[in-house]
C-alpha cells in the first residue's frame, strides 16, 4: 500500500475547483502559478483529504528526486 496517492487535474478543473470553494473568481495563468495557492489547497481539496489526519504538499523534483520511482517520467509531468 502506498502512501502516495496522484488525482490527476488539470489547470482549468482546479481554478473551477477553487472558485467554487473559495467564492470567487481564479486564475491560475498555468501551471507554474500553482504555488501561490498552496496556503488554500486545504480546502480546494477538502474531499480527498478530509480522510487524513496528516497531509501536506511537496514540489516533487526538490524533495522527492528521482521520480521514476513513484512512476512518473518526463512525459507522464508534461501534463
Not at 470567487?24 to 495563468?29: K, L, N, S, T
Not at 504555488?35 to 480522510?51: N, Q
Not at 523534483?61 to 528521482?66: A, C, I
Request: hydrophobic fraction near 45%; include cysteine; aromatic fraction near 16%.
Amino acid at each position: 500500500r502506498s502512501n502516495v496517492r496522484v488525482h490527476r487535474m488539470n489547470a482549468s478543473e482546479f481554478e473551477r475547483r477553487a472558485a467554487t470553494v473559495l467564492g470567487r473568481p481564479v486564475h491560475i495563468g498555468g501551471g507554474y502559478k500553482l504555488c501561490d495557492w498552496r496556503m488554500a489547497y486545504g480546502e480546494i481539496l477538502s474531499p480527498w483529504l478530509r480522510r487524513f489526519e496528516f497531509w501536506g504538499w511537496v514540489d516533487f523534483d526538490v524533495f522527492l528526486g528521482r521520480l521514476a520511482a513513484f512512476g512518473f517520467n518526463r512525459t507522464s509531468l508534461r501534463g
